[in-house]
């Protein structure tokens, strides 16, 4: 099976999340000198692939084959990989399907590597993740078989293929803020607490305010409110408490602890409950490791170009490896469509991650 063929037939296979459409099994038996390991939780498929070359470090592609739904409005069915105006459509061919074929393959076709050649698969990422690659990774810990290196092939470039890698991530804090009121006659407001009265003038002092400077790598951390609601959509009745929700994408520079300060200050005086929960931490690795050194060379090699090192966009399963102290970068095809209506590759992007991927595991050194 060719490149473009394997990544068709992937497309073609309805794996919304954490259906894996059955990919993996299709992924396991592709293969015919790798030794398998299946690590399914609670309907979540996992699949762990290696093999041992010759001594040296363990270097692991991982990715997902589960994807978003497809929503309405497509111009033909997402399920389908058609090609037109020299594009590929259908769901998944930018996140992540165009990384996975690219790294199955070059992988399959590897005749020699210095060290171990492995791959990870879940199918629960784009959902909660509680049983996809956290519980591999946990495996993989307790069996004394952690990868030194992982290349997680999720898109990240911007403009050309090949113009950016993910060095690290930003964490992504949640908030939740209840501020209570005395619920009244509207005709009345002085026998009332209106909670909208009372956050009304502090917003301006934390809507879309940076909680830190960031830095050479980092956006700042921003505080960003993505939720308020009061009342009971009537026009007589003052709210009894008002409910908002926010998110902080998180920089090394802040944590939960920075966070919560910001909301004390700007709601001292106030009755009001504040719940935190942290679903990613930040992270970044060093780029003089040589795993970003040798991504960067294949990717010059194949491209020409010279990658930025970026952390910008939201979180991936990286956050479960770097905590382990093992380098992580992320490098896939263009990322402008990814969840979206239409959203679509083109083959020479795949054949040029393909390329990359080939390359890194040749010069591995």
């Not at 001292?268 to 929960?277: H, P, V």
Request: aromatic share 10%; hydrophobic share 35%; charged share 25%.
């Amino acid at each position: 099976m060719s490149l473009i063929e394997l990544f068709k037939y992937m497309i073609e296979q309805k794996s919304e999340t954490p259906e894996d459409g059955g990919l993996l099994d299709f992924i396991e038996s592709y293969f015919d000198d790798f030794k398998a390991v299946r690590i399914d939780v609670e309907g979540v498929k996992n699949l762990f692939l290696y093999k041992k070359f010759s001594e040296g470090e363990h270097l692991c592609f991982a990715g997902h084959v589960d994807v978003v739904p497809a929503g309405n409005g497509w111009d033909s069915d997402p399920y389908k990989a058609v090609e037109r105006d020299g594009y590929i459509y259908g769901r998944g061919t930018q996140d992540m399907k165009s990384g996975v074929a690219a790294f199955v393959q070059a992988a399959k076709q590897a005749k020699e590597f210095k060290g171990t050649l492995s791959i990870l698969l879940t199918s629960d990422e784009e959902g909660e993740g509680t049983y996809g690659t956290i519980e591999v990774v946990k495996y993989l810990k307790e069996n004394f078989m952690l990868p030194d290196a992982v290349v997680v092939a999720e898109p990240t470039c911007e403009e050309v293929f090949g113009d950016s890698i993910k060095v690290g991530r930003r964490g992504s804090i949640n908030g939740y803020i209840t501020i209570k009121g005395k619920q009244g006659h509207a005709a009345y407001p002085e026998k009332s607490i209106n909670p909208i009265d009372l956050i009304a003038p502090r917003l301006s002092n934390m809507a879309g305010v940076d909680l830190d400077n960031g830095d050479e790598f980092f956006s700042p951390s921003k505080f960003v409110i993505t939720d308020m609601r009061a009342g009971m959509q009537v026009t007589n009745v003052t709210p009894n408490e008002l409910k908002m929700m926010f998110n902080v994408r998180n920089t090394t520079l802040t944590t939960q602890k920075e966070v919560r300060e910001f909301v004390e200050k700007n709601l001292q005086e106030l009755d009001y409950e504040l719940k935190l929960t942290q679903g990613a931490y930040p992270f970044k690795t060093d780029t003089d490791t040589k795993l970003v050194k040798n991504i960067d060379r294949a990717i010059q090699n194949i491209t020409g170009k010279k990658p930025k090192h970026s952390t910008a966009g939201g979180t991936s399963d990286a956050r479960h490896l770097a905590p382990l102290g093992i380098a992580v970068i992320e490098f896939g095809v263009i990322n402008d469509t990814i969840h979206a209506i239409n959203e679509r590759t083109t083959a020479k992007e795949v054949e040029s991650l393909y390329e990359v991927f080939k390359n890194l595991i040749h010069t591995w050194e």
